[in-house]
């Protein structure tokens, strides 16, 4: 996810995938997909899956993969046969969720699964701090009920949704797939949502500071790296990656931390990438790409490293990936060290500090942009990390975000919101 993709360049995404399978002779499909994707003229994942429906032969069986935090809505899943989603959050089992897909497939087409699918919503976001799973209220909501669930059910996922999607049908969605038996299907479905919906004030973020408090709370900890987490302006939730509130607060209040920091500031990088390494440079940094939040701030200090190119990231779950931050420059103040980056730096994996010549494991503080995936990968500093409090696109405090398509109240943003 990273904010809406504009019509044209749907247009062009849908020609690419479709225009392949124009050409191709399939018996079967699996269609992996995130399943948040909005467009700024109102479309969505289904209107990819119903144009792929339309390019494969009718007797074509798809399957779909989709995230934890797909929009899951009754358009979005017709056109599959199965569909079935992430099991974990932070995400660890993409893997597995791939594997299952294709044994639901086969059974499919050999004739031992007839499935019927069946979903069911309602109207809550929760941000993704409060959905840990196995663990979690989530995990706990997911076991009291499983015992209840009929045998017929072959498979149950879960669905929360991106929380910052403001599209019609957001809301948390359970889709269960039962054998021949619609019926049974969608009492699953309904049971889990509605355990959920009961507990829906239980999903509170914990542990989340002002940038100030939080790092009182890290000068105090014996943990180390001590996990500071800027999950508002996370990458990873479609947030730009440029602000600088906590950057801020470190340079101004704790100049003595051995502490690792990301900032998505493509001049201020071509700026040091002039300078050279060794360089002294003075920059202002921040709020490039999206201004609603923070105002820039002042950087001073050393160009220590520059760099470019894709890497692989080493952490759980997206292990081998390939991925960029573009060029980058690692700027010394004091004893922090700023990574500066074109692109978003996947911050939870620690491939991409390596990747910049930094070690963050060694390091005493550790500022991610990150909802969940850092918990995965930093496990023993993961029960200490704090939170920081600060506006953003990917705010944990869902009620401060202007939602106006939604189509309906959607709680906690309607306090009072109905099913």
Known sequence: PGGPLRGADFDQLVELVTG??????????????HGSLATDDGRSDADLVSAVRASVSPLTRIAMTLDLHANVTAELVADASVVTGYRTNPHTD????????????????????????????????????????????????????????????????VFPTQPWLDAPGVGFTTLAIAHGDRAAAARAAEVVTAAVWERRTDFTVQRLLPPRAALDVAARSTTRPFVLTEAADAPTAGAAGDNPALLSALVEERPDFDALITLVDPPAVERCVAAGVGATVSLTVGSTIDRRWAQPVDLAGEVISIGDGPYRLQGVGYHGMTASMGRFAVVRTDRTRVLLTEY????????????????????????????????????????????????????????????????????????????
């Open 20 to 33: 392949r399978l124009r050409r191709e002779r399939l018996d079967a499909l699996v269609v992996c997909l």
């Open 94 to 157: 993409l893997a597995d969720t791939g594997r299952r897909a294709v044994r639901l497939l086969a059974a499919t087409i050999d004739g031992r699964l007839q499935p019927e699918v069946a979903i069911s919503t309602c109207p809550a976001l929760f941000a993704d701090q409060s959905l840990r799973v196995p663990d979690g209220v989530l995990g706990e909501a997911l076991r009291e009920v499983g015992p209840g669930i009929d045998p017929s059910v072959v498979d149950l996922s």
């Open 344 to 419: 978003p730096a996947w911050s939870a994996d620690p491939g991409s500090w390596r990747h910049a010549g930094l070690e963050p494991s060694s390091a005493a503080v550790l500022c991610v942009r990150s909802c969940s995936d850092y918990l995965a990968n930093f496990t023993d500093a993961a029960p200490t990390s704090v939170g920081i409090d600060a506006p953003g696109a990917a705010s944990p405090n869902l009620a401060m975000l202007p939602f106006r398509r939604t189509g309906r109240p959607v709680y906690p943003v309607h306090p009072d919101a109905t099913r």
